[in-house]
């Protein structure tokens, strides 16, 4: 699914990163816990959450996501959304919850990680 497609089913803003919007994403991760994030993350994930500090940017740098949706109508300062730029990395936010943003994605084909050979 591109970038592009979860921006229309989640009816959000990009805030940076329209550049990338054509990125193909395989899979979606949702959490608060950025150890979580560091934990089972894998490539071409989206990073969905509700946390909006720096750490989100950095840890998606470190896990090699380009792209993170924030929950809940949740907006990031303009020092996270210029290091984001900075980084590459596709920001956008939508109304819905973690929860509702996660089974938008799912019903349209958008699957969990794979956690042990397991899908999540």
Not at 19 to 45: C, P, Q, W
Request: proline share 2%.
């Amino acid at each position: 699914m591109k970038l592009s497609e979860i921006r229309d089913i989640l009816d959000a803003d990009v805030l940076v990163g329209d550049e990338f919007l054509d990125r193909e994403v395989y899979s979606a991760f949702g959490s608060d816990l950025m150890s979580d994030v560091l934990a089972f993350i894998n490539e071409k994930t989206i990073l969905l959450t509700g946390l909006t500090n720096p750490q989100v940017i950095r840890t998606a740098e470190v896990a090699d996501l380009f792209a993170i949706v924030f929950v809940r109508g949740k907006m990031p300062s303009k020092d996270l959304l210029d290091l984001a730029l900075e980084k590459d990395i596709a920001i956008m936010t939508t109304e819905y919850t973690l929860y509702t943003t996660s089974g938008k994605l799912y019903e349209n084909g958008l699957r969990g990680v794979m956690i042990e050979g397991v899908l999540r």
